[in-house]
């Protein structure tokens, strides 16, 4: 059974900085892309960064020049590196992966940036 944890949410001040880490574990054989995103309170899911298997990665414009998105292969873990926080950043983040071509979802991080 394939499960993704999530780790590193929590509270901080406007121009802060948290690191979120999701790890893929169970019976694997390839993960494609992986990404995050964040569920604002009262608002759609949105896409927020991904990062294909060679490195290559997308942003939303609104977090451009603030978090950066990596992977490591060898743990199937992906990161999200967040400076620079505002309070519009708060919601429930969550980790995604395409994983032997099936999608999977993490259970989803609270991040909450008090102004």
């Known amino acids: 059974q394939v499960q993704l944890v999530e780790s590193g949410g929590g509270l901080v001040q406007a121009g802060g900085s948290l690191r979120l880490s999701c790890a893929a574990s169970?019976?694997?054989?390839?993960?494609?892309?992986m990404g995050w995103y964040r569920q604002p309170p009262g608002k759609q899911r949105e896409l927020v960064a991904i990062?294909?298997?060679?490195?290559?990665?997308n942003y939303v414009d609104s977090v451009k020049g603030r978090f950066t998105i990596s992977r490591d292969n060898a743990k199937n873990t992906v990161y999200l590196q967040m400076n620079n926080l505002k309070p519009e950043d708060t919601a429930v983040y969550y980790c995604?992966?395409?994983?032997?071509?099936?999608?999977?979802w993490g259970q989803g991080t609270q991040v909450t940036v008090s102004s």
């Open positions: 990062i294909i298997r060679g490195g290559i990665t």
């Open positions: 995604n992966a395409a994983i032997d071509r099936r999608d999977y």
């Open positions: 169970g019976s694997i054989f390839s993960i494609g892309a």
